[in-house]
């Protein structure tokens, strides 16, 4: 696959991680940037690191329901809720998403920059290799940094984590698989543990749509 549909697929990506919201946002992220980044974790290492990048967007989705069946278990009116901003909700003219949005503006042009300019392992001679993962990277710490509820937060940190193994298979091609796959893990545990949280905060089915 060529260099720029590496980019736009990982474009893709990064656009649902910023821009998704409500109860189903982190497997959505998961799958997500998953299918965007598998690409390029085939590209420098091999078939398996993109079948296990797939394979963690897969069982974040499917840790979903499961988790969510054992909060319900325990179902409870207290506690933490991960939808409700952990600060007073903002009055101004533009929403939580429209931040977001300018914000992935910005870090596009970053990851640009760094993909042209940031040597990484085996991608140090291929100029640009490097923007599907920076992109997705700077686009989970941006969820991260703008974030108002523990979704957000949870987010942010899956898609981290999927980018930093994808960065670590650039860097030192199929080796470090094993490790990369530790990444990978945290993906499905983050969206088990919002799935949790969400059970044990049952809504009305029209206010949980996502």
Known sequence: MNQPLLDLVAFGAGAVAVV???????????????????PSAATYGGGWAAVIVLGAGAAAAVAVP?????????????????????????????????????????VLVAASWVSFNVPVGSVVAVRGALFPVAFVFA???????????????GVGLAVIALAVGVAWLLRGGSDPLPAAGGMFALAPVVAAADAWLHARHPRPAAQARS
């Open 66 to 106: 499961l988790a969510h069946l054992a909060g319900r278990l325990r179902a409870a009116q207290h506690g933490v809720d991960p939808l409700v901003p952990v600060g007073s909700p903002s009055q101004g003219l533009f929403g939580p998403r429209s931040v977001r949005v300018a914000g992935g503006a910005v």
């Open 139 to 153: 686009c989970g710490a941006l969820r991260t940094f703008l974030a108002r509820t523990l979704t957000d937060v």
């Open 20 to 38: 998704v919201d409500r109860r189903r946002a982190v497997p959505l992220a998961c799958l997500a940037v998953a299918l965007g980044l598998a």
